[in-house]
């Protein structure tokens, strides 16, 4: 019994023990878990207090810029208002001195008009004065022209004492009308000068009252601006700094901008030199002489011009060509189109050149080239008419593309006398290149004879198409 006792209390002891040992692990478990639930707990509080915070600095960050505009706008209203403040005590100013200057003016002429009264008051007691002498010389005059002969002296020499003091009297009595003509215009002028002192005055009165309530009000917003600024100065300096970065960072633009342009300046005039380097290419390549500045493009387009030339075209598309060509090619300025046969027609042809330089002169080409298709052949060979045309116009360069020498019969045959007078023609113009193109058939004696002749008089040159 005692061995049971003493089993069954070891037992116990040994279930008792692991009890406690479970309990000590369940334990750790439990505060194991109150932490894990009081750190996720304190986490999400952390994100909710995060997401607050992140949702109140967007708040100042909106009342800040809107405190910054109102910072802005005070500033305007401030600036506005000590402008107008000082504005309004200049005028005050400048009104006091204007009152002051008007009220000495009015008292110089309450005195000069004292003085005017003063003397009319004088003058009125010396035509008194007069007028008793009058009286009296009157009275003496007639007590002595009882006696005529005894006191003839004394009655001239009273007469003209009589006239002298009419005389004064006169003189007198103008002054004195002076001197109320005076007194009026000064009484006018200072009635004038009340009424603007009156109105300076009440104009005064009202501009205290507004300079009063203006500054009463600028005292008002003082204490509030000054507060605004205080705030906005840190947010100013940020943009401060900002528009420092942003104005060099302009000025590096424009810096890249400026090296831009003169790059561009000159890969435009490079372009140019190329240009012209490639037209008097063009030029030499093709054995052309003059300028070729001013040109008069002269186009045979008589009945000959129809027959079929190389390639199985007629003469009068090659030479349409070949005009087309040296336009597009040749560095021409300026040019007028002539063409000839029985008549002449130029293009354009109001009887002025068309300019053919810029961006514009592209579309002239075409235009001139669509107006020469239209034209059809026909008719003899009058040169010399086509020539005397061209010397109208102020032209350096002539080009002159034929297939026959000059006629005035349908059919082409040549005629020298008509030749000769385009010779003489050629002579009395031999400053201006004719440079000859021989269509067809300009193999032919007398038409390459023609053609070559005139290219020679001029000094230009003659070609065979």
């Known amino acids: 019994m005692h061995l049971e006792r003493v089993t069954s209390r070891s037992s116990e002891a040994g279930v008792a023990g692991w009890i406690a040992s479970n309990d000590v692990t369940l334990f750790t478990m439990v505060l194991v878990m109150v932490i894990a639930i009081f750190l996720h707990s304190k986490l999400n509080k952390g994100v909710l207090e995060q997401e607050r915070l992140a949702d109140q600095n967007t708040a100042v960050t909106a009342t800040l810029a809107a405190t910054a505009d109102e910072l802005n706008d005070a500033r305007d209203l401030l600036e506005k208002t000590n402008e107008r403040l000082s504005l309004t005590q200049a005028e005050r100013d400048a009104l006091q001195l204007q009152l002051v200057e008007k009220l000495t003016a009015l008292t110089d002429l309450n005195a000069k008009l004292d003085v005017l009264v003063a003397d009319k008051g004088d003058l009125a007691r010396q035509r008194q004065t007069l007028l008793t002498e009058k009286e009296a010389l009157t009275q003496e005059k007639l007590a002595l022209e009882g006696d005529r002969d005894s006191a003839a002296a004394t ?54 009252v507004d300079l009063k309530m203006a500054k009463d009000k600028a005292e008002e917003n003082a204490t509030e601006l000054q507060a605004k600024v205080a705030a906005g100065d840190q947010q100013a300096e940020k ?49 052309l002489k003059g300028s070729l500045r001013k040109v008069a493009i002269i186009l045979d387009a008589s009945g000959s011009m129809r027959q079929t030339g190389t390639g199985g075209a007629d003469r009068w598309a090659e030479a349409q060509q070949i005009a087309a060509t040296w336009l597009k090619h040749l560095n021409v300025q300026e040019c007028v189109l002539i063409v000839y046969s029985t008549e002449v027609r130029t293009f354009p042809a109001d009887g002025s050149l068309t300019d053919l330089r810029g961006e514009a002169g592209a579309a002239k080409r075409d235009q001139m080239l669509q107006q020469l298709q239209s034209v059809a052949p026909g008719g003899w060979t009058d040169t010399l008419l086509a020539l005397q045309k061209a010397y109208e116009y102020d032209v350096d360069t002539i080009l002159l593309l034929s297939d ?62």
């Open 404 to 465: 026959g020498a000059p006629s005035k019969v349908a059919s082409g045959a040549y005629q020298d006398p008509l030749a000769q007078q385009v010779y003489q023609l050629c002579r009395e113009h031999a400053e201006i290149p004719i440079n000859t193109i021989g269509l067809g058939n300009y193999f032919d004696q007398e038409m390459s004879t023609f053609l070559r002749t005139v290219a020679s008089i001029t000094g230009g040159e003659f070609r065979g198409e």
């Open 155 to 208: 009655s001239a020499t009273l007469r003209s004492r009589l006239d002298t003091l009419a005389t004064q009297l006169a003189e007198r009595i103008a002054a004195l009308e002076a001197v109320e003509a005076q007194r009026d215009r000064l009484t006018k002028q200072a009635d004038e000068l009340s009424s603007i002192v009156t109105a300076l005055k009440q104009r005064l009165e009202e501009m205290h």
């Open 239 to 287: 943009y401060l700094a900002d528009l420092r970065r942003a104005t060099e960072m302009l000025e590096s633009l424009k810096l890249e901008k400026q090296q831009l342009q003169n790059e561009l300046s000159e890969t435009e005039r490079k372009r140019q030199a190329d240009l012209l380097a490639e037209a008097e290419n063009n030029r030499e390549l093709v054995g």
